[in-house]
């Protein structure tokens, strides 16, 4: 899991829905899927982007090492679920949750003056009964 702070360089955070903020950027999840020669198996690369639009947003998923290199001419690498053309799954994050969160809260997406600290990925397998 990872606990969602910093994105390419800005800064996220979720404040209370009554609080007034400008957002630099949207966040955007990205599902990037490909293929390898001799390998009977589709690859996934998930990522969350901030960028103005969803256009953006494709564009910079398309820049990233696993896009270029994962795949080959007949089986090229797609973002899925983009109504077939070339994308697994993209989602505006603040789409996608419910109704009752986005009474209560938003995000906010800022660039800072300074370089945020990445954050960090904790992989494994949790319970869900350890978390708080």
Same mark, same amino acid.
């Given at each position: 899991?990872?606990?969602?702070?910093?994105?390419?360089?800005?800064?996220?955070?979720?404040?209370?829905?009554?609080?007034?903020?400008?957002?630099?950027?949207?966040?955007?999840?990205?599902?990037?899927?490909? /293929?390898?020669?001799? =390998?009977?198996?589709?690859?996934?690369? %998930?990522?969350?982007?901030?960028?103005?639009?969803?256009?953006? #947003? !494709?564009?910079?998923?398309?820049?990233?090492?696993?896009?270029?290199?994962?795949?080959?001419?007949?089986?090229?690498?797609?973002?899925?679920?983009?109504?077939?053309?070339?994308?697994?799954?993209? /989602?505006?994050?603040? =789409?996608?949750?419910?109704?009752?969160? %986005?009474?209560?809260?938003?995000?906010?997406?800022?660039?800072? #003056? !300074?370089?945020?600290?990445?954050?960090?990925?904790?992989?494994?397998?949790?319970?869900?009964?350890?978390?708080?």
């Amino acid at each position: 899991y990872r606990e969602v702070t910093e994105v390419n360089g800005y800064v996220v955070a979720v404040v209370p829905s009554a609080q007034t903020v400008s957002n630099d950027a949207q966040l955007f999840f990205i599902n990037l899927g490909g /293929y390898k020669q001799h =390998e009977f198996e589709e690859f996934h690369y %998930k990522m969350i982007i901030a960028a103005p639009d969803k256009a953006s #947003a !494709i564009q910079q998923a398309k820049q990233t090492a696993f896009y270029q290199h994962t795949g080959f001419e007949g089986a090229n690498s797609h973002i899925d679920d983009k109504y077939g053309v070339d994308v697994d799954d993209v /989602y505006e994050i603040e =789409e996608i949750l419910s109704p009752d969160l %986005k009474q209560e809260w938003k995000i906010w997406v800022q660039k800072p #003056a !300074i370089t945020p600290v990445k954050d960090e990925l904790h992989l494994g397998y949790f319970k869900l009964s350890s978390f708080e």
